[in-house]
């Protein structure tokens, strides 16, 4: 082979034309194609359940693009694997169609009113859901939800377009099928049945109660580091020869998927391809959010505020990731509940392995974006759960503490920090406060609650506050280290 040579494409190993489809999937970004299609594409290269096969689908316009992208390669995706010790390239094969992308869905309910239809998933993101910031609930309010609610003819939402269809299949005698979330969403089956009833509740009240009974929401937890597309992903793509693919993915080599055996009208044998079926799905979510997410958010202000842009060189710096091993060790890991069949040292080990790939380039900027909403979820529970059990966790206050300093705005090295964060400037105003006066960060409730009120915390916080003002994050760091 010569350096020009184009590098080795794995193909589908089987005949697609044996393909059908049991699927309706919407919200066919990248996650999707990176982890159910492949997991679905090692299943059907087993020989198995072929009468699985995906349809994409989307509710969205801009997700006509992605239609006519995959339709003109027969929907095959490009899925770069980006292992440190070499990229691999495969075209995934389980996807036979892509439902045309109309505004009022008349074409996707069709599809889903199909009887072969057992299964409709999604990723529409997290914030695809309809729930109130403020009660953490569906909010029926929702301009988009009651239109729906008006018009289920004409549904614009994923919810009120499976609402739509799952009545349709009721009137014809057909069992509904499964309603699976791929999002990252803790209880995401409960969300995402808190939707669709929603929209029932409003307009047809016999209808939600049905859906609440007849259909099955499955939660499950799905993991897989999958940057967006750019001209980065693209060049990977040409390597490969590939580069007249204009939606190529790629992903971190690691996949996990944790799923509950909750699905009345069938399933294809994901458990023979590594996915965990279980009654503990919240349980896997509580290691992920408090290890992984809580992890990110411990590397996120510390190579924030020392002006360091990727995530393998944030966990390069000796400070930053003996600062991630020390607080997970000592207060993270003690305190999460046990998991099925996991270690979590080792499950520990792995994310520090997969936070220092370089291939998978995740900036440091993202990891430290929208703090307020997710400190609360990622890391305000585990200082919570260790004050609870009698001990101050000292590296969690230090990291609450660097919040607040990336949230002044200015890196140690001078430069300006550019609004990071929904809800920047009130996060700017208390922060700027709080050296003076702890209790004006601290006290923002609706992120600390209960926690900002503990007077040794508040003594810690203060006093690492003023520490990183005076001295800077290296002195705090490598003092904390020493400690
Ligand atoms: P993406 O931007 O590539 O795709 C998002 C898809 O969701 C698009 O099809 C878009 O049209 C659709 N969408 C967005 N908002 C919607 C809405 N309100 N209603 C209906 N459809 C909507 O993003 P992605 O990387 O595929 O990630 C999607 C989701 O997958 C994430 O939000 C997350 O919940 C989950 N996930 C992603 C990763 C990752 O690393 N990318 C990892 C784990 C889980």
């Known amino acids: 082979m010569t350096t020009h040579d184009p590098l080795p494409v ?9 393909l059908t489809p049991g699927i309706v999937h919407i919200g066919l970004g990248n996650f999707h194609r990176a982890h159910m299609a492949v997991y679905l594409d090692d299943l059907f290269a087993k020989g198995l359940a072929m009468d699985w096969a995906i349809l994409g689908a989307g509710v969205r316009a801009p997700d006509s693009r992605m239609r006519d992208a995959l339709r003109a390669q027969d929907c095959l995706s490009t899925v770069i694997e980006l292992d440190p010790a070499g990229k691999t390239a495969r075209r995934i094969g389980a996807m036979v169609d892509f439902i045309e992308v109309q505004p009022d869905n008349a074409a996707l309910i069709a599809a889903m009113t199909r009887p072969e239809i057992r299964i409709v998933s999604l990723t529409v993101t997290e914030g695809g859901y309809y729930v109130d910031p403020a009660t953490g609930r569906f909010d029926p309010t929702h301009p988009d939800i009651r239109a729906d609610a008006a018009q289920l003819d004409r549904p614009a939402t994923a919810f009120g377009a499976i609402l739509a269809a799952l009545q349709a299949r009721r009137a014809a005698g057909v069992a509904p099928f499964t309603v699976m979330s791929c999002d990252n969403l803790p209880g995401n089956g409960h969300v995402t049945r808190a939707a669709v009833a929603g929209v029932a509740r409003l307009s047809d009240p016999a209808l939600a109660d049905w859906v609440e009974t007849h259909v099955a929401f499955p939660n499950g937890m799905v993991d897989r580091i999958t940057p967006a597309t750019g001209p980065r992903e693209r060049a990977m793509a040409a390597a490969f020869g590939l580069g007249d693919d204009p939606v190529p993915v790629t992903c971190e080599p690691f996949r996990q998927w944790v799923l509950e055996d909750h699905f009345p009208s069938g399933r294809p044998p994901l458990e023979q391809v590594g996915v965990t079926f279980t009654d503990h799905v919240h349980a896997f979510e509580a290691m992920k959010i408090r290890i992984l997410n809580g992890g990110h958010a411990i590397i996120a ?3 924030g505020l020392l002006d360091i842009e990727y995530v393998h060189e944030a966990m390069a710096e000796p400070l930053i990731s003996g600062f991630l091993d020390k607080v997970e060790r000592e207060e993270i ?14 499950y520990y080990t792995l994310i520090r392995d997969r936070f220092s790939n370089p291939e998978v380039a995740d900036t440091e900027r993202r990891l430290c974006l929208d703090g307020s909403n ?10 919570a759960d260790n004050l609870a059990r009698g001990h101050l966790p000292r590296g969690l206050i230090l990291e609450s503490a660097l919040w607040c300093r990336y949230c002044m705005g200015m890196t140690d090295g001078g430069a300006v920090i550019e609004p990071n964060d ?7 105003r208390a922060a700027r406060a709080a050296s003076a006066d702890p209790m004006a960060w601290l006290g923002m409730e609706d992120i600390y609650g209960d926690v900002g009120r ?4 508040q003594e810690a916080f203060a006093g690492y506050l003023n520490d990183l003002g005076a001295r800077g994050v290296r002195a705090v760091l490598a003092d904390y280290l020493a400690g």
Not at 333 to 346: G, Q, Y
Not at 374 to 383: N, W
């Open 333 to 346: 890991i003690p305190i999460v509940p046990p998991v099925p069949n996991t270690d979590l040292a080792a």
């Open 374 to 383: 997710r400190q609360p979820k990622f890391i305000i529970p585990s200082i």
């Open 422 to 428: 929904p809800n920047w400037d009130r996060l700017q």
């Open 454 to 457: 503990d007077p040794h915390l």
């Open 10 to 18: 794995a193909h589908p190993a089987y005949d697609r034309s044996r």
């Open 301 to 303: 202000y510390p190579g």
